[in-house]
């Protein structure tokens, strides 16, 4: 982690700065090898003016309980968890089948590349991801820490009285993530953890077991999610916003289109190497941000130290 001479980052228009890298692509702007993207926004002085934010001294947790999903959402793996007894009063656990994306989740840099250029973010080969490779989870496990700003979009279309559906494909526009932010009073600024409250956790939460079943493989899961244009992410790498973490299962609209190389997956990772969070618990955080009407507090997401891992739970916590 180091500071940053803001005045050379290049904007979203004069991308790329690489000879032969892709069109929108971030690739050499913080070096060749760089293994963390957006993350190079995180700063030492960010840490010290998000250290600032701090006020009443209240935690809010941004993860979800592991298995707060059952079924699992996508048909990923279900996790088991045994408690191994050691004597007459000792235990340990065992926890068997955990994906990493079986909850809140960062998708790392290697969790998806650029179809047609067959490779992940800075131009990283198949062949270089995993045990012992490049873009692996555990690099960013002592840099996740800086100023964090909600967005509570939900709260925002609901205040206008707009109708929203949480688990339907909705969207929400660019134009209503500014609106949220003027309505809220709250600005941006380079390095910023920014966290969109969707509304779709809570809604998952209050649905019968009946209702979970149904929405559980990929073909099923319906959300809401921030929209996939060229705008936004000129807007989000134009703010200097250094990940986004969500309540919903794709952070983009799902059912998307996986074919569509303009999706917001494959504009993030690999060609910005914008870190994506889904499935984060906003609620309560919001809740008390629209009681005293402070939408910044420093975040501290602390990842595995997995080597050749692809992504982690966030191991959050925002502090008011």
Request: hydrophobic residues 40%; glycine residues 12%; aromatic residues 10%.
């Amino acid at each position: 982690m180091k500071n940053l001479d803001w005045g050379k980052i290049p904007s979203f228009d004069q991308l790329p700065v690489k000879k032969g890298a892709p069109p929108e692509s971030s690739w050499g702007v913080f070096g060749d090898d760089d293994q963390f993207g957006c993350l190079n926004f995180l700063t030492p002085q960010g840490v010290i003016d998000a250290a600032r934010l701090v006020q009443t001294g209240t935690v809010f947790r941004l993860d979800a309980k592991i298995g707060f999903a059952t079924p699992t959402l996508f048909g990923r793996a279900t996790v088991s968890h045994h408690v191994v007894p050691l004597g007459p009063f000792a235990n340990d656990d065992v926890v068997n089948n955990f994906n990493t994306q079986e909850g809140s989740q960062w998708d790392g840099l290697a969790h998806v590349g650029y179809p047609s250029l067959g490779c992940y973010y800075n131009g990283v080969q198949p062949d270089q991801i995993g045990p012992g490779g490049q873009l692996s989870i555990h690099r960013w496990a002592g840099r996740f820490v800086g100023r964090g700003v909600l967005i509570d979009a939900f709260g925002f279309r609901q205040a206008a009285g707009r109708e929203i559906q949480p688990l339907e494909r909705d969207v929400f526009t660019l134009a209503d993530l500014k609106g949220a932010l003027e309505h809220q009073g709250t600005t941006l600024k380079p390095g910023t953890i920014l966290l969109i409250r969707t509304g779709w956790m809570e809604s998952y939460e209050q649905c019968t077991p009946e209702q979970k079943g149904g929405m559980s493989t990929f073909e099923r899961v319906k959300a809401v999610g921030i929209e996939a244009t060229r705008e936004m992410v000129a807007w989000l790498w134009d703010q200097r916003i250094a990940a986004i973490g969500t309540d919903c299962p794709g952070v983009e609209p799902l059912p998307a289109n996986f074919a569509d190389e303009k999706i917001l997956h494959y504009r993030a990772l690999p060609l910005l190497g914008l870190p994506l969070g889904e499935l984060f618990v906003l609620a309560p955080l919001a809740e008390d941000c629209a009681r005293d009407r402070r939408y910044e507090f420093m975040v501290v997401s602390a990842p595995m130290v997995l080597e050749g891992g692809i992504a982690t739970p966030p191991n959050a916590v925002a502090i008011k």
